[in-house]
């Protein structure tokens, strides 16, 4: 099973950028889907973004048009660029990383957005 570890976060003013690093152990090109979760105090994870193993990409509609989900050019690693940032988008974010039979989750990432 590929260990998996998110960095990038940070905090950042109301309207800044972060960009956020998923690294897998090992390879994740047989993986289904890499997603980005996250989950602020007192409330449940929701799902923010997924890159499934054929490209696509899909997004909750809290943040369409300010996150971007892709693969970076490092090997086993994919990225969320986060634009425009809220405070509510404020919370930790975790990368989960699907395969047929197994999901590997890393331990999350602070991101915390001033107003």
């Known amino acids: 099973q590929v260990q998996v570890v998110e960095f990038g976060g940070g905090l950042v003013q109301t309207g800044g950028s972060l960009r956020l690093s998923c690294a897998a152990s090992g390879s994740i090109r047989r993986a289904k889907a890499v997603s980005w979760y996250r989950q602020a105090p007192g409330m449940q994870r929701e799902l923010v973004a997924s890159?499934?193993?054929?490209?696509?990409?899909s997004y909750a509609d809290f943040v369409k048009g300010r996150f971007t989900i892709s693969r970076d050019n490092v090997p086993n690693t994919v990225l969320l660029q986060m634009n425009n940032l809220k405070p509510e988008d404020t919370a930790v974010y975790f990368c989960?990383?699907?395969?047929?039979?197994?999901?590997?989750w890393g331990r999350g990432t602070q991101v915390t957005v001033s107003s």
């Open positions: 890159l499934s193993s054929g490209g696509s990409t």
């Open positions: 989960k990383i699907e395969f047929v039979e197994s999901a590997s």
